[in-house]
């Protein structure tokens, strides 16, 4: 239960760059403070509204390691560590550029952020 209830929270703040984070990804010990996701996959259309010259092929997070001090939670830093980070891009086309495409971009930029607002939304009511 507890671990639906984090997978809530993180997919949250952030579920509009990673695809669904499944329970057996996600591994909590509350003794040495850490939530640790392994093998995420990026969300690619997350990152169009950057209007970046190069497009995302593949993405994927080997490990996520998110260090919660419960006892100071407010005081103390949130560290966040990313190890085996894999990206694969390439070069946008000039059709790409065009005013749809665009477009169509920045609609699905939008939308991913309505999703995780929502999500916030409901992790904070949880």
Known sequence: MF????????????????????????????????????NVELILEAFDYLRLPFAFKQGRI???????????????????????IYVCISKRDDKEWSIDAVEGREYASKKAKLAAAELAKLSRRV
């Open 3 to 38: 671990e639906g209830l984090v997978r809530q929270l993180i997919l949250g703040y952030l579920g509009r760059y990673f695809k669904d984070i499944q329970k057996e990804q996600l591994k909590i010990t509350l003794w040495n403070e850490e939530v640790l996701l392994e």
């Open 62 to 84: 080997g490990k996520l390691s998110i260090k919660i001090p419960w006892k100071k939670l407010g005081w103390d830093p949130i560290i966040i560590n990313l190890e085996d």
